[in-house]
């Protein structure tokens, strides 16, 4: 074999360069040409038995290197240049692959508009910006990552939105509109139908003209809304000035409506949508508020959004044109307003202001709070209050009002019936027809005209009865309690005796008496003296028995309500003041007396009788006394036959007739 080492003995130093290794080419040629054919052909020789090991085997020493990068051996190594020109190429074609990767297969239609990192445009003047989005139909928009548009002028621009139909919006975080005309702005929120925005977050509108702006709310129906704000009802507007006069009932008109807020215009015309527009000045005063802009349109409501989430009272409005802003509020039917937290109006026209209240029926308004309304035309004004009927009101506190044009109008009052008024009186009653409460405490029947009004008879609380009529009972005679003077200890039925005074005491009369009070009654027409209510002795009298009265103070009446913050959200509790403490003109209680002790009225004790001292009463007799005839008492208080005396009328048993006191 031969050597695999040329023979380079060639070399040689020139003197010229004085000792350097460099040699004379030309000279090398010249001289040595034979030399060199021969170190050739030694070299060839020599590379014709060394073998260059694949790429592929795992062993030290020389291995093959390539600069391409299409090739498909794999016995060869990639050079640094082959590896970074195939990285270079495989970056233009992501790029590419990025910005047009629906160029052959889903960008389907010229004119689309494909930006976004894997997204797909299809159908005709779409456009899907947003990272792998989707946009298909004719001229939508998904601008918003991983959204999809489709159908005809939708736009899906936030995060994870969809937007379908025509003309929708969903602009919302994950937002979902359908239909025609829809928007879902707030986050999580769906707009369904037509002309429908669902506007807060988690908010649900569907139907026609519906607005759910508040959070976690929904509105359905026709020309619906469903918000967390305080509404102002627009009484009148002047449009030269851009003026708006407005009811704010239960709420504090300065805390709501303040220069600079913008609020939401609800037109009259509810196929138009609510709008926004500015407060430039207000008047809590006039309860009036004017606007930045030209008032063009009759407004109903305004409505201001308030500055906190409340969580977990979403509110819900169903039916045509209703409204529910309270938190937690509902409202149904039609054209029914429910603005109170946790309110709720239903049927048509009704108002439900107070927290917590129930306006229902047609045109009813429920502003107390925990206040119901409902028929016709009532009004619930106050606290706790209820109006019933038809056009009847409770403007007192707790007050109840029911039948047709009745007002409660004092505190823990009642009217019923027909054109009746408590008339301011506390704790008053009034029923009938037509008729005004005279009294605090006290019952009333009214018996007048529309022209006239009047009282056929009233109760007074210091306890006279009163009658513009006759007193019909049927008892026959007139009696007054008495107590017996043996205090009755063995619980004897007296009743039917002839009795006679023994001081303030009575006792059975015998034939020697020469004074008859009466007759033990059994059942008299009316009863004096009987405190069948209180005991005798409760209040104080004067010498003449007349009770004596005197100005008491009445403590304030107050409530615990929860109330929520406007600015954190947080529900606190707060003692409210319902009633100012004052003085009252009342009876003056007996420092003797105990509440406590139970009382049993005269009738029910045995040293008591009601002794008829006038009129048709029933007697013993021992039998010998004749009709028309006449009778007296025997010793045992039983009547006896007289030539004169009491005259009979009639036996109504063996041993009992009736007889005439006068």
């Known amino acids: ?55 592929s085997l795992t062993q030290k020493g020389i291995v093959q290197l390539s600069n391409a990068t299409d090739g498909t051996r794999e016995n060869v190594a990639a050079t640094e240049k082959a590896i970074k020109s195939a990285y270079d190429q495989g970056k233009v074609a992501q790029d ?26 299809e159908g005709l003047n779409t456009t899907a910006s947003g990272d792998y989005s989707h946009a298909e139909g004719y001229q939508t928009i998904a601008s918003g990552s991983r959204s999809h548009a489709e159908g005809y002028l939708t736009k899906a ?83 030269a000035n851009r003026t708006l006069f407005l009811s704010l009932d239960g709420y504090i008109f300065e805390a709501v409506f303040k220069p600079g807020d913008f609020v939401w215009a609800v037109c009259e015309d509810r196929e138009i949508s609510p709008y926004k527009v500015k407060i430039v000045s207000s008047d809590s005063t006039k309860k009036t508020v004017t606007l930045e802009n030209e008032i ?31 938190d937690g509020s509902h409202a149904e039917g039609f054209k029914t307003l429910a603005t109170g937290y946790w309110a709720h109006a239903e049927g048509s026209d009704t108002i439900a202001d107070g927290n917590s209240s129930h306006a229902e029926g047609t045109s009813t308004i429920a502003s107390g709070m925990y206040s119901h309304a409902e028929g016709c035309g009532t009004e619930a004004s106050r606290a706790d209050a209820h109006a019933e009927g038809r056009n009847t009101k409770a403007t007192g506190w707790a007050s109840h009002s029911e039948g047709k044009e009745t007002i409660a109008s004092g505190d823990f009052t009642h009217a019923e019936g027909l054109g009746t008024d408590t008339n301011g009186y506390e704790c008053s009653h009034i029923m009938g027809q037509y008729g005004n409460a005279k009294e605090t405490g006290s019952w009333h029947l009214a018996n007048g005209s529309y022209n006239a009004k009047g009282l056929a008879a009233r109760i007074s609380y210091r306890g006279g009865m009163y009658s513009s009529g006759s007193y019909s009972s049927n008892g026959a005679d007139y009696a007054e309690m008495f107590e017996w003077l043996d205090q009755n200890q063995d619980n004897e039925d007296r009743v039917g ?59 304030a009446v107050t409530e615990t309500r929860i109330i929520i913050n406007e600015e954190d959200g947080t529900e606190n509790e707060e003692t409210i003041e319902i009633k100012s403490a004052k003085q009252e003109w009342q009876p003056l209680v007996n420092p003797e007396w105990n509440p406590d002790e139970y009382y049993t009225r005269r009738e029910k004790r045995p040293e008591w009788s009601a002794v008829g001292m006038m009129g048709k009463l029933l007697v013993r007799d021992d039998g010998t006394c004749k009709v028309n005839g006449y009778c007296q008492s025997n010793d045992d208080g039983i009547a006896t036959a007289s030539d004169r005396g009491y005259r009979v009328m009639e036996r109504v048993a063996e041993n009992i007739i009736r007889v005439v006191i006068k």
């Open 1 to 55: 074999m031969a050597s695999n080492t040329p023979n380079l003995g060639l070399l040689k130093k020139d003197p010229v360069t004085d000792g350097n290794d460099t040699f004379n080419i030309k000279t090398m040629l010249n001289d040595n040409w034979d030399k060199i054919d021969k170190a050739v052909k030694d070299v060839q020789d020599g590379l014709a038995d060394i073998k260059i090991p694949d790429a």
């Open 96 to 121: 590419n692959l990025t910005t047009h990767l629906a160029s052959t297969t889903h960008k389907q239609v010229s004119g689309v508009t494909q930006s976004g990192r894997f997204s797909s445009a």
């Open 157 to 239: 621009s936030n995060s994870d939105s969809h937007a379908e139909g025509y003309n929708t919006e969903a602009s919302g975080d994950t937002a979902h509109a359908e239909g025609g005309n829809t928007k879902a702005r707030g986050m999580y929120s769906h707009a369904e139908g037509y002309q429908t925005i669902a506007g807060g977050d988690y908010s649900h509108v569907e139907g026609r003209n519906t607005f759910a702006m508040g959070y976690v709310s929904h509105a359905e129906g026709n020309k619906t809304i469903a918000t967390n704000s305080y509404t102002g009802i627009v009484k009148s507007q002047d449009n």
């Open 296 to 326: 063009d349109k009759k407004l109903k409501y305004i409505l201001k959004e308030k500055e906190i989430y409340t969580y977990f009272y979403p509110s819900h409005s169903e039916g045509v044109e209703t409204i529910a802003s309270g």
């Open 497 to 555: 005796y002839f009795v006679t005074l023994d001081g303030e005491y009575i006792r059975k009369v015998t034939s020697k008496d020469d004074y008859i009070l009466g007759i033990v009654s059994a059942n008299p027409s009316v009863i004096g003296d009987n405190h069948d209510l209180n005991w005798k002795g409760r209040f104080l009298t004067d010498d003449w028995g007349r009770t004596r009265y005197g100005l008491i103070d009445v403590p």
